[in-house]
């Protein structure tokens, strides 16, 4: 069964590094994003992306944060200078549809992200 | 009023029983419904969509209710590994991409 997957698993940086986030979505989707999740806190939406363009963010999704996709394969989160507030589990996911209609999302299994 | 209410549990249920889920929507533009369902520390994973009409797969039965914004998951049989965090899930609104995440439900099955 296609799955989403994410590298690496956990990453640890210090205050004020920059640092990427990498995600392989399903190959025949077409809609991809971004969602975090704070350690006992729920999942929130950050970003979604569709034909090479961010479509949606979040407030969340501020000028530290950035996406791509350099290729096609993989989809990248940056976030340019980490904050002690950003660690969190980040999650990958994407679709095959996009919005006005069922959009099932599927996750990759996360990056925990811990600054220090 | 929370984007999506559900209660946090835990529920602490015998292997066999039925048990049921609530969660409330405040957004009556959200169209599109999901229950997924999170172990510790893991990935939401996609359980169900939910339908106007209501919709079973196998031990698992979904319903909205669109004029309360009211939907509903129904374990049947429970097994032990039916435990997880039971997470109610909504699209923003017709014209947006996003998902908006309840805090999710506890269901503890025990033997």
């Known amino acids: 069964e296609p799955e989403v997957t994410q590298t690496p698993s956990h990453q640890v940086t210090q205050m004020g590094q920059e640092v990427i986030l990498r995600c392989v979505p399903i190959?025949?989707?077409?809609?991809f994003y971004w969602y975090r999740q704070i350690l006992g806190q729920k999942v929130e939406f950050l970003v979604s992306?569709?034909?090479?363009?961010?479509?949606?963010k979040s407030e969340i999704f501020d000028d530290q944060f950035s996406v791509e996709r350099p290729d096609g394969s993989n989809f990248t989160l940056k976030i340019r200078s980490t904050k002690l507030e950003d660690s969190a589990m980040y999650f990958c996911?994407?679709?095959?549809?996009?919005?006005?209609?069922?959009?099932?999302?599927?996750f990759g299994p996360g990056t925990r992200l811990t600054v220090l | 009023r929370k984007e999506v209410e559900q209660d946090p549990g835990p529920f602490n249920v015998p292997e066999g029983a039925t048990v049921a889920f609530n969660c409330t929507y405040s957004?009556?533009?959200?169209?599109?419904f999901f229950w997924y369902r999170q172990d510790c520390r893991k990935e939401p994973k996609l359980l169900m969509s939910?339908?106007?009409s209501g919709n079973e797969d196998g031990r698992f039965t979904a319903q909205l209710n669109r004029a309360s914004q009211y939907i509903s998951l129904l374990i049947r049989d429970s097994k032990l590994s039916d435990s997880a965090t039971y997470l109610c899930?909504?699209?923003?609104?017709?014209?947006?991409?996003?998902?908006?995440f309840g805090s999710g439900t506890r269901l503890l099955v025990r033997p």
């Open positions: 899930v909504v699209n923003s609104d017709y014209s947006s991409y996003k998902l908006i």
């Open positions: 996911a994407s679709s095959e549809r996009g919005q006005n209609r069922y959009n099932e999302q599927f």
């Open positions: 957004n009556s533009a959200s169209q599109s």
């Open positions: 992306f569709y034909n090479n363009e961010i479509s949606e």
């Open positions: 190959s025949n989707h077409l809609y």
């Open positions: 939910v339908y106007s």
